[in-house]
């Protein structure tokens, strides 16, 4: 739908910009807003803002050291840890201008527009991240960065995002955006809500990642640890039967691997059925509500979008119900595997979701064992081709898994629900944190 707006040449000036979308109604509005309020640049409250290490290469990275937050890991209000690297201390110390601390702000530049509290105590950051040193005597950093994830903060950012191959925010813009002063006492309000919502996040990975290890050392893998040996050997038997004959397939902690998890003789497909019911735009309203790969968060759980029908991409293919595990046939190591939620059910899925239903286990329990480090590895290494290494779908149901003991399966769905509630108390405390703002602004 169209969206008309118009404005004098006067307005214009100073802006440098001419494109409809700079003056659409809602940017103008809430401009016009802030400018009727107590408010500070950015910049004065900050004592820098700066983008991210320029240039660095993947092999940069080390398996531990300092956190390094790319675009992907800035969440809203706190960080996204999905798929966090590290680089070593002297890559640190090399950039230290870019290095941030407990209490500092980080922003999107690229592709997507959000804003995350620091909660560590040393990180760095890529290009496409913005890093806000905050000047804690002038603003409370939890305030500053509920405020820039609020529909006010959001607004200005959208507004100044610009490029035509890629979005990103640039500098100069950030440094200019608007903040509302609000009462100290408001402030402080707003940040212990931000911070109990971190607690009871770190709570929830804790109940999450205890699961994960019931799970490991009630089939008995626990033990066992990623790690090559220089040399090691295999029956040419072995090479047949498996189909293939790389040698990182038949690495000895991934050979004891298969072996305890086969010696049921039973596999996913004894537990989980595959779900095919597919998606026809024509038998639908004008939206629908998407999921997509990137959806999948860290917890088990999956974020939809939603779709104009009209629009739908190609991938949207899967109709999934509440209960259903959907597992990711490409990059498997990364643990992409949710559970779809009640409120998700009838949602579509990508085609580059594999979509298991189980029986006569909880999907809880089919949720975290497809999501165990070492069962991750395992499926990386069954994936075929070169250039889009994928699983075939059937391979998820070849794979073998050992029976749960029904009182231990019990325990496990237990812990993972514990898990999911912590966080939707933390999602209340986010709530609450934005109300205390929008009681504020009025």
Known sequence: MATWSSLNLREAQGSFRLDAEFWQPDFVQNEAMLRGMKCRRLDEICRDVRKGIFYILAEDYVSDGVPFYRSANVGDILPKENDLVFISEERDAADWKTSLGRGDVVLAKTARIAASLVMRDRINISQDVIG???????????????????APGLLQMRRWFQGQVQGHL??????????????NGAQELIEGHVHSAARLRSSAESTLEEASSVLAEGIGISHLR????????????????????????FQPHLR????RLGRDGTTVA???????????SEAHGDTFRYIEIGGVRRDGLVDAEEIVVDDAPSRARWIVRAGDVVTSTVRPKRRLTAVVSQSQNGFICSSGFSVLRPRGVPSEVLLTFLR????????????????????????????PMPRVAEDLSARIAGLVRDGWNLLKEADGELAAARGVLAQELG
Not at 256 to 259: I, T
Not at 384 to 391: K, Q
Request: net charge negative; with cysteine; proline share 9%.
């Open 132 to 150: 806000l040193r905050v000047d804690k005597e002038a603003v409370n950093p939890a305030y500053l960065t509920v405020f820039l994830s609020s």
């Open 256 to 259: 004891e691997l298969v072996e």
């Open 226 to 249: 990623p790690g090559l040996r220089p040399t090691y050997g295999v029956q040419l038997s072995e090479l047949s039967a498996a189909g293939r004959m790389d040698a990182e397939y």
């Open 270 to 280: 004894d537990f989980a059925v595959p779900a095919k019911n597919k998606f026809l």
């Open 372 to 399: 165990l480090p070492l069962v991750c590895e395992l499926l990386d290494l069954m994936t075929t081709a070169s250039m889009y290494p994928a699983l075939r779908p059937d391979d998820f149901l070849k794979l």
């Open 170 to 183: 640039s500098l100069p813009d950030v440094r200019g955006m608007l903040i509302p002063i609000i009462s």
